[in-house]
C-alpha cells in the first residue's frame, strides 16, 4: 500500500474552500486514490475516488496531476458539519505492512464560525 | 447508511473475558476488514477476508481471531481481554479483494464500542 503524507491539521472559516493535499510518491500503475470523512465515534464515510486529472461530485472535487504523485481534495463552501478527519488512501490492501495503519493519520479539519 | 451493519453497538465487560463482534458486508461485496480504532488514534487495520479466505494480515493480536462464513458475515472474536482493548471496532466491506481498482473502495459499519473494565 502506498505510504501517504498528509497535514496533520487545518483550520477554516465557514464558506470558504478547504484544500487537503496528499503525497503518495510510491502509488502504483493500478492504484486509485480515494479520500474518506471519520466524525467522532462513526465510521469512515467514502467521500470521492479517483485515478487521474479531476473528479467532481456533489460534494467534492478531487485534482490529480499528471504524475499521480499526489492529490487534492477541495471542499467548496464548508461549513461547521464539515469539521471532521480526513484521510487519503491509495491502492488496495493488496500489499498491506503489519502493524501499520492503512489509513495514515489523516487531516483533521476544523471549521470555525 | 453505508449497508455494513455490525452488532453489537455496544459492549462492555470484564479483563480475562472473550466477545464477539459480528459484521455483514453490503449486498454483493465478498471482502470483509477489521480495523481497530482506539480514543484519539488512528484505523488500525487488523485483519481482511475474502470469499471466505484470509486474504491480508495486519497487526492483529494472538489473542484475536477472526472469519468469514459462507453467507460472507464475518465474526472478530476477542478473548483474554484487557483494559488496553477498549476501542471502537470497525467492520468494512468491498467488491473485490483488494488490487488497487475501484471495485476496492471500502464501506464501513457503525462500528462496536468496546469498553474493557
Known amino acids: ?113 | 447508511d453505508s449497508g455494513v451493519t455490525q452488532t453489537p453497538k455496544h459492549l462492555i465487560t470484564a479483563t480475562g473475558q472473550r466477545v464477539t463482534l459480528r459484521c455483514s458486508p453490503r449486498s454483493g461485496d465478498l471482502s470483509v476488514y477489521w480495523y481497530q480504532q482506539s480514543l484519539d488514534q488512528g484505523l488500525q487495520f487488523l485483519i481482511q477476508y475474502y470469499n471466505g479466505e484470509e486474504r491480508a494480515k495486519g497487526n492483529i493480536l494472538e489473542r484475536f481471531s477472526a472469519q468469514q462464513f459462507p453467507d460472507l458475515h464475518s465474526e472478530l472474536n476477542l478473548s483474554s481481554l484487557e483494559l488496553g482493548d477498549s476501542a471502537l471496532y470497525f467492520c468494512a466491506s468491498s467488491v473485490s479483494p483488494g488490487a488497487g481498482g475501484d471495485t476496492d473502495t471500502q464501506y464501513f459499519g457503525p462500528g462496536t464500542r468496546l469498553t474493557v473494565l
Not at chain 1, 469539521?83 to 476544523?110: E, I, M, P, R
Request: proline share 5%; with cysteine.
Open chain 1, 1 to 113: 500500500l502506498a505510504k501517504t503524507t498528509q497535514p496533520i491539521s487545518m483550520d477554516s472559516y465557514e464558506g470558504q474552500e478547504v484544500n487537503i493535499t496528499c503525497s503518495h510518491n510510491n502509488i502504483a500503475t493500478n492504484d486509485y486514490i480515494t479520500w474518506y470523512q471519520q466524525f467522532p465515534s462513526q465510521g469512515p464515510r467514502f467521500i470521492i475516488q479517483g485515478y487521474k486529472t479531476k473528479v467532481t461530485n456533489e460534494v467534492a472535487s478531487l485534482f490529480i496531476p499528471a504524475d499521480r504523485k499526489s492529490s487534492t481534495l477541495s471542499l467548496p463552501r464548508v461549513s461547521l458539519s464539515d469539521t471532521a478527519v480526513y484521510y487519503c488512501l491509495v491502492g488496495g490492501l493488496h500489499n498491506t505492512n503489519a502493524g501499520k495503519s492503512t489509513f495514515g493519520d489523516g487531516t483533521t479539519l476544523t471549521v470555525k464560525p
